[in-house]
């Protein structure tokens, strides 16, 4: 994948190859930027292919601008390019959240999530993949990266939807009840009033896996 | 290898009545006699498909004794399910009596883990992330250590719902798969549908309702084609989430939906562009059949598993997430 970097980016190391984009450490205009690429995939045929790359760069770019909005730490954005689907953006320093779970400060970390979590479904966005792997810490502070799969939402379900997203990513852990408990407390003193129901409606989606097995077919 | 081991499997879960039988090691299919119910109208009817099973049951028991020597049976596994109760209880109750008339223990094996465990030993995937996708599921799994983790699955309707419900409403008839299949190769032109993805999971109850409003306004085949692309590429973004995320470079698709060309294609362009291997079987196991409930039988009976005759009532809602997954290494060679 040579030909997945802006001109005038010079690489310096591949942060993280996923499934979707190629995240690269670049030196640009003389400053360390992460280049997002979202690469081309051949199983999709062209049309429709474009069509995601292209919208996903487009709303991923400006959900991270406009989530500063409710004071949420996110990278910036210095250039964009929906076409060839790259996002320049600020690097920010720190270690993964998800490098931190057996550390003792973890579970703060996820509470103090759950209160940026609920600072950003205040103004109605939703992030679409709230994982560990997509908070960077530094030093006290979290940035929330990766807004890939965000969208513009004041649903009840979208909401809940993306913190099931979370509870589902720590359903590994041994301690997964309690961090979950964790991040509600944060997230109910700053989501605003309609909390309540996005935890209640969280405790419903969780029960609809089960749903579509029963009406099981074969 | 220890002794070999004979299974007959018998699978009831919906439409297909089964009657199979492994022998292993080596892994030997000795017989697969399989009887499908169609309906005259709509979708699966419970109790007629189970009628159905029960008229076929005895030809199709005989078809199989005429093959293999059931003398040389050492177990008998049935599904027990997930599935139709109506249905289930007819493979449950032939596989009773089989039990019974040749002094064999009964396995009752899961109908899911069965799809998936016919996939791996046909092609000897040993650990690979599993596209689960029939009729009433949709699933991203994997087989980790004793159990198997459901790593993203659909929110709402499985994606054989998705085909069956779009296909009755255009008065294709069921199974839709088919059908949909052949006329989604008539057109290359693409209607925007829903593309749905959250996180893992998959949503596929708005890409109907929106194929249900397009149904008088665009040609069937530019729609069928919509569906397969649009929803295909859902799974087929899940499946290599999945693989990335835990590093694993093998893919394999279970289930009836497996069926479809396009489908496994857009798996293999995918698995080709990562340097993973995709790894097909003959279309024929995709559906549902007798040959996975043995093989599973014999996985299960390995494991420990046996159930008394008293304590076999069919369990129609089963989580693969209580199943235990084959033992490491099992196919490795």
């Known amino acids: 994948m040579l030909n997945h970097l802006p001109q005038g980016c010079t690489i310096i190391r591949t942060l993280y190859q996923g499934a979707e984009a190629i995240v690269t450490l670049c030196e640009w205009m003389d400053m360390k930027v992460v280049v997002k690429t979202r ?11 474009e069509y995601i790359r292209r919208s996903r760069t487009i709303r991923e770019a400006s959900l991270l601008s406009l989530a500063k909005r409710a004071g949420v730490e996110t990278p910036f954005i210095y250039h964009i390019n929906p076409a060839e689907g790259w996002i320049i953006m600020s690097y920010v320093e720190g270690e993964n959240l998800r490098n931190l779970q057996r550390s003792s400060i973890f579970p703060h970390l996820i509470n103090r999530l759950g209160y940026i979590v609920g600072r950003l479904h205040s103004i109605g966005i939703v992030h679409g993949d ?19 799969l965000g969208e513009y939402s004041n649903e009840v379900e979208k909401k809940a939807e993306d913190i099931y997203t979370l509870v589902s990513s720590l359903s590994p852990l041994p301690n997964n009840e309690a961090l ?10 700053s989501a605003g009033e309609s909390a309540i129901k996005v935890e209640e409606r969280i405790k419903e989606i969780s029960k609809r896996g089960r749903y579509v097995e029963k009406e099981l077919r074969h | 290898m220890g002794e070999p081991l004979t299974c007959v499997g018998i699978e009831s879960t919906a439409h297909t009545f089964g009657i199979g039988v492994v022998k292993h090691p080596p892994f030997q299919i000795l017989c697969d006699v399989r009887r499908v119910y169609r309906p005259v ?7 007629e498909a189970a009628k159905h099973h029960i008229e076929k049951a005895v030809e199709a028991l005989q078809e199989a004794i005429s093959k293999v020597d059931f003398k040389r049976v ?3 596994a049935f599904a027990r399910g997930p599935g139709l109760g109506p ?5 449950a109750a032939l596989a009773r009596m089989l039990s019974l008339k040749l002094e064999k223990p009964l396995v009752g094996v899961n109908h899911a883990a069965s799809h998936i465990n016919i996939a791996r030993v046909l092609t000897r995937a040993s650990n690979p992330v599993i596209l689960y996708v029939s009729g009433g599921n949709t699933q991203v799994l994997h087989a980790s250590g004793d159990k198997y983790v459901i790593l993203g699955e659909t929110e709402d309707i499985a994606i054989g719902n998705l085909i069956d419900v779009f296909a009755r409403k255009a008065g294709l008839g069921f199974p839709g798969g088919p059908k949909v299949m ?8 693409l209607v925007k549908l829903p593309y749905s993805i959250k996180g893992m999971n998959v949503s596929f109850s708005g890409m109907l309702t929106m194929l249900e409003r ?6 069937i085949e530019k729609l069928c084609f919509s569906l397969q692309e649009t929803a295909f590429s859902m799974l087929i973004e899940v499946s290599e989430r999945a693989m990335a995320m835990l590093g694993v470079n093998e893919l394999i698709i279970a289930g009836g939906v497996g069926a479809n060309t396009r489908l496994r294609q857009m798996a293999n362009e995918m698995c080709k562009e990562r340097n993973a291997v995709f790894k097909d079987y003959p279309k024929e196991y995709y559906a549902d059949n007798g040959v996975m409930i043995a093989w599973e039988g014999i996985v299960q009976y390995l494991l420990g598993e046996r159930l008394n005759i008293e304590d076999s009532i069919v369990k129609p809602r089963w989580r693969i997430t209580d199943v235990k997954p084959p033992p490491a290494g099992l196919y490795d060679n």
């Open chain 1, 39 to 49: 690469v081309r995939k051949g199983y999709r045929i062209r049309e429709l292919d």
């Open chain 1, 130 to 148: 709230l994982t560990p792997a997509n908070v960077i810490v530094s030093n006290d502070r979290l940035t929330l990266i990766d807004f890939g």
């Open chain 1, 180 to 189: 979950v408990k964790l991040f509600l407390e944060g997230y109910k003193s």
């Open chain 2, 41 to 47: 109208s709509g979708g699966i009817h419970p109790s």
């Open chain 2, 74 to 76: 050492d177990i008998v």
């Open chain 2, 87 to 91: 249905c289930l209880r007819v493979g």
């Open chain 2, 182 to 189: 052949e006329l989604a190769s008539k057109s290359n032109r």
């Open chain 2, 214 to 219: 397009l149904l008088d306004k665009e040609p």
